[in-house]
């Protein structure tokens, strides 16, 4: 469905045949129009014929003949500007209001009443006072009584039974609080009793028995597992050979300022290439040379007896 009146198409037909034109005139192809205006190339193909159907609203129509006169150096906002943006006359057809039903007024509904309970219609709502009859009492000694609300209220004569009920209970009451007055006494004295026993008994002092505590025996202090120690302090370079209880532990030449310790359980056994440059010591005694400079010596910690 066509989205212009038939003025919008008509002046879009005579401005994409002028467009046409020009465009052909300079040997432009509407690919390069397309990729330069980023507008469509089926878009442009519609805007030259004239084929609304495709096109979108008549605001985009305008803005796509502006950027596509601009590009064939035609005025494009002047040729924009004859499409019409006008589209009132797409449609005859009157656009009837829908029809409001106008608001009907409230009519007032009835208000229920409540019906009011009267004493003659429920006699059981009123208050009923019963009067005890004794034997004696007839119901002519029975005289009503008007209250201030207006109900009567029937009266009982005096009655002798009640009076003895009364003195019965005062006795009755009377030897109770005698009999109280006489366990009391005795509970206090018991009481008191109670505590002298306590008493009595906590005024022992008890003396705690102490244990004797073990005393520890004294551990014996450990025994070094190395009983031999051997260091060596070189004043000139040589080659060394050192055994540790049957072991070799070194052999090579050490430089000049060097220094070595062994520990050994039994013996330690040391060859040197140049005696005299090797000092040796036996469990920090002075150190002593193992022998004359330049001479091969095997000298063994502790010397054999």
Known sequence: MSKLNPTQLEQLKEIGVQLHQTREQQSKSLEEVAAKTFIPLRLLQAIEVGQAAVLPEPVFIQGFIRRYGDLVGLDGMALSKQFSLDSTTVTSAKIEQPKVASPQPLQPQPVKSQPVVSEREFPAAKAVYTPTLSPNTTSSDVEPELTPSGSSRTSTPFN??????????????????????????????????????????????????????????????????????????????????????????????????????????????????????????????????????????????????
């Open 160 to 305: 002798p039974l009640y009076a003895l009920y009364g003195i019965a209970g005062i006795l009755i009451l009377g030897g109770g609080i005698f009999l109280i007055s006489q366990i009391k006494p005795q509970s206090s004295e018991s009481l008191q009793e109670t505590a002298e026993s306590n008493v009595s008994s906590s005024s022992t002092p008890t003396v705690p028995q102490t244990e004797a505590s073990p005393v520890a025996s004294p551990q014996p202090s450990a025994v070094p597992t190395d009983d031999i120690e051997v260091s060596i302090n070189l004043t000139e370079a040589s080659w060394l050979r050192v055994t540790v209880d049957g072991e070799i532990q070194y052999e090579g030449i050490l430089p000049q300022g060097e220094q070595q310790t062994w520990n050994a359980k039994e013996q330690v056994v040391i060859r040197a290439g140049n005696a005299g440059a090797v000092l040796a010591s036996l469990n920090g005694a002075s150190p002593q040379p193992l022998g004359t400079r330049g001479a091969v010596a095997t000298v063994t910690f502790p010397e054999a007896e």
